[in-house]
């Protein structure tokens, strides 16, 4: 009686202690997101303040630098900033976000949530505490807010503070979307089952195969679209080589200017790739009201000075046969995306393959259309209020460029891939045209995989020893042999006992038997 009470004392008392000691793993993982908001603070502090030493004019003392910190860190989330000091008096908006600026924030609480994710080893090393998914997540996410928030207000009394509605949803939506892929990235990945108020039928559609090879068709085509925006910067810059040269050089004269211009451009190269490739498009994208690059021609002027990467831009005027042939990049992302919506299971049908090019191509437009969206924004009033390219019109044209070549590109490869024997050939039979070979052979191939892997540095392999297999040895009759009576003296009492003779040994088998010779005389 007494050891049953002991024993429900101590399961009483577990929940509270698990709970006592998952409360420092939970603190941990605030300190942590708050750690990864300081860092990208700092970073971009540093920054500014090397700048604004090197300097030959600094405007403001170091107290303005900092505040001009932590706009930067604000603004690579996304949040607008306003600027008062303008020459109309009318505050204008910056929301031209350079998108090599988000990489900082996202890799850092991306960073903080796997490391949140990972088991807390307490100290005697009794227990191994792993918190819940959800409560690193949010822990995570609520320590890099806390910072966030101080920050906007911190830079609120710098030159250019920032619009607080902006910054009420574009920090928190990158700081969910990047702790969140740390949490499932430090989980393994998991896909796991969905709710039980989600229709029977909705869920067994979701987990068709094919709304993974669509979604792997659809960023293959992004991709796709995204180098052929490089090459065509490239290319460009190449071009007209000696008018960047001329506008880096005409900017400013101190080397420190020229270092925060080219910063400022390899900051906004992303942002190029994604112009370039909505420029591929056709949809183009826009310098200020009423100036547009689109491939059938350059309308209006650039509101904007001469900057580097402005000056690789196509001449004024109607387009020609240059201009053009980049229609041939969206024509390779649609091939891309018609050759991976393509099964390679004969049961599938050509209905199905072009469902799956068709959905590969809107997530194709998808993807560019949100890029398009994160890569464009104001940069003032007036005539700076539109800079970079549509997002709804971006992504309209890659969905229907992607849907008119992925779809037939699809069905001609699962055609070609499907097609049957050439004569003279094997013996077509159900087993090759049914697709049980593929299925089988899928089966072998992921036990093999099992089987064969690789053990531990550590682990010692067993060496099978042979089994010694016994040699069959044959029996031959031995003839039965006759009992012989023996005398045995018993305290003077004879009586006869049989005895029984021992069986010869059995002959040797395939030994060679000479004939007796008789000795000399």
């Given at each position: 009686?007494t050891?049953?009470?002991?024993?429900?004392?101590?399961?009483?008392?577990?929940?509270?202690?698990?709970?006592?000691?998952r409360?420092?793993a939970?603190?941990?993982?605030?300190?942590g997101?708050a750690v990864a908001?300081g860092?990208?603070?700092?970073?971009l502090?540093?920054?500014?303040i090397?700048?604004?030493?090197?300097?030959p004019?600094?405007d403001?003392?170091?107290?303005?630098a900092?505040?001009?910190?932590?706009?930067?860190?604000?603004?690579a989330?996304?949040?607008?900033?306003?600027?008062?000091e303008?020459?109309s008096?009318?505050?204008?908006?910056v929301?031209?976000?350079?998108?090599l600026l988000?990489?900082?924030?996202?890799?850092l609480?991306?960073r903080?949530?796997?490391?949140?994710?990972a088991?807390?080893?307490?100290?005697?090393?009794?227990?191994?505490v792993?918190l819940?998914?959800?409560a690193?997540?949010s822990?995570v996410v609520?320590?890099?807010?806390?910072?966030?928030?101080?920050?906007?207000?911190?830079a609120a009394?710098?030159p250019?503070?920032?619009?607080?509605l902006s910054?009420?949803?574009?920090?928190?939506?990158v700081?969910?979307l990047?702790?969140a892929g740390?949490?499932?990235?430090?989980?393994?990945?998991?896909?796991g089952?969905?709710?039980?108020?989600?229709?029977?039928?909705?869920?067994?559609?979701?987990?068709?195969?094919?709304?993974?090879?669509?979604?792997r068709?659809?960023?293959?085509?992004?991709?796709?679209?995204?180098?052929?925006?490089?090459?065509?910067?490239?290319?460009?810059l190449?071009?007209?080589?000696a008018?960047?040269?001329?506008?880096?050089?005409?900017?400013?004269?101190?080397w420190?200017?020229r270092?925060?211009?080219?910063?400022?451009?390899?900051?906004l190269?992303?942002?190029?790739?994604?112009?370039?490739?909505?420029?591929?498009?056709?949809?183009?994208?826009a310098?200020?009201v009423g100036?547009?690059a689109?491939?059938?021609?350059?309308e209006?002027?650039?509101s904007?000075?001469?900057f580097?990467?402005?000056?690789?831009?196509?001449?004024?005027?109607?387009?020609?046969l240059?201009?053009?042939?980049v229609a041939?990049v969206?024509?390779?992302?649609?091939?891309?995306v018609?050759?991976?919506?393509v099964r390679?299971?004969?049961e599938?049908?050509y209905?199905?393959?072009?469902?799956?090019a068709?959905?590969?191509?809107?997530?194709?437009?998808l993807v560019?259309a949100?890029?398009?969206?994160?890569?464009?924004?104001?940069?003032?009033?007036?005539a700076?209020?539109?800079?970079?390219?549509?997002w709804?019109?971006?992504?309209?044209?890659a969905?229907v460029?992607?849907?008119?070549?992925?779809?037939p590109?699809?069905?001609g490869?699962?055609?070609?891939?499907?097609?049957p024997?050439?004569?003279?050939?094997?013996?077509?039979?159900g087993?090759h045209?049914?697709?049980?070979?593929?299925?089988?052979?899928?089966?072998?191939?992921?036990?093999?995989?099992?089987?064969?892997?690789v053990?531990?540095?550590?682990?010692?392999?067993?060496?099978p020893?042979?089994?010694?297999?016994?040699?069959?040895v044959?029996?031959?009759?031995?003839?039965p042999?006759?009992?012989?009576?023996?005398?045995?003296?018993?305290?003077g009492?004879?009586?006869?006992?049989?005895v029984v003779a021992?069986?010869?040994?059995?002959?040797?088998?395939?030994?060679?038997?000479?004939a007796r010779?008789?000795?000399?005389?």
């Amino acid at each position: 009686m007494t050891q049953v009470t002991e024993r429900e004392t101590l399961l009483s008392a577990a929940p509270r202690a698990a709970g006592r000691r998952r409360s420092p793993a939970a603190a941990a993982c605030v300190v942590g997101g708050a750690v990864a908001a300081g860092l990208g603070l700092g970073f971009l502090a540093v920054l500014v303040i090397v700048l604004w030493i090197s300097s030959p004019y600094p405007d403001s003392g170091p107290g303005g630098a900092l505040h001009l910190a932590a706009g930067l860190w604000l603004l690579a989330h996304g949040t607008e900033l306003v600027r008062y000091e303008t020459l109309s008096g009318v505050p204008a908006p910056v929301g031209l976000t350079p998108l090599l600026l988000v990489a900082l924030p996202v890799l850092l609480m991306r960073r903080a949530a796997r490391l949140g994710s990972a088991s807390d080893e307490e100290e005697e090393g009794e227990e191994v505490v792993v918190l819940p998914a959800s409560a690193v997540f949010s822990a995570v996410v609520c320590g890099y807010l806390a910072v966030g928030a101080l920050a906007t207000a911190y830079a609120a009394g710098g030159p250019m503070p920032a619009d607080p509605l902006s910054a009420a949803w574009h920090v928190p939506l990158v700081a969910v979307l990047a702790a969140a892929g740390g949490v499932w990235a430090a989980r393994g990945r998991p896909l796991g089952s969905f709710p039980s108020w989600v229709p029977g039928g909705v869920r067994r559609a979701v987990t068709r195969p094919r709304y993974a090879l669509a979604l792997r068709a659809g960023v293959g085509g992004a991709l796709v679209l995204l180098g052929g925006g490089v090459l065509l910067v490239g290319a460009s810059l190449a071009w007209h080589g000696a008018e960047v040269q001329g506008t880096f050089l005409a900017l400013t004269g101190v080397w420190s200017g020229r270092f925060a211009v080219l910063l400022l451009a390899v900051a906004l190269i992303p942002n190029a790739m994604v112009w370039g490739a909505a420029y591929a498009l056709g949809p183009g994208f826009a310098l200020g009201v009423g100036a547009t690059a689109t491939p059938l021609g350059f309308e209006g002027a650039p509101s904007l000075p001469r900057f580097p990467l402005l000056a690789a831009l196509p001449a004024e005027g109607t387009g020609n046969l240059l201009t053009w042939a980049v229609a041939g990049v969206p024509v390779v992302a649609g091939l891309a995306v018609g050759w991976f919506a393509v099964r390679r299971a004969r049961e599938v049908r050509y209905g199905e393959t072009a469902l799956t090019a068709a959905l590969g191509a809107l997530v194709c437009g998808l993807v560019m259309a949100g890029l398009a969206a994160a890569s464009s924004g104001p940069l003032g009033s007036r005539a700076l209020a539109d800079f970079g390219p549509v997002w709804w019109a971006v992504g309209a044209a890659a969905f229907v460029w992607t849907l008119v070549l992925a779809v037939p590109v699809a069905v001609g490869v699962h055609a070609w891939r499907m097609r049957p024997a050439v004569s003279g050939g094997p013996v077509e039979d159900g087993w090759h045209d049914s697709g049980v070979r593929e299925i089988r052979w899928e089966a072998l191939r992921r036990a093999a995989a099992e089987v064969a892997a690789v053990p531990d540095a550590g682990e010692v392999v067993p060496v099978p020893v042979p089994v010694p297999v016994p040699v069959p040895v044959p029996v031959v009759p031995v003839p039965p042999v006759r009992p012989q009576r023996a005398l045995t003296i018993v305290r003077g009492i004879s009586v006869d006992l049989p005895v029984v003779a021992q069986p010869l040994a059995p002959p040797v088998v395939g030994a060679r038997v000479l004939a007796r010779r008789k000795p000399p005389a």
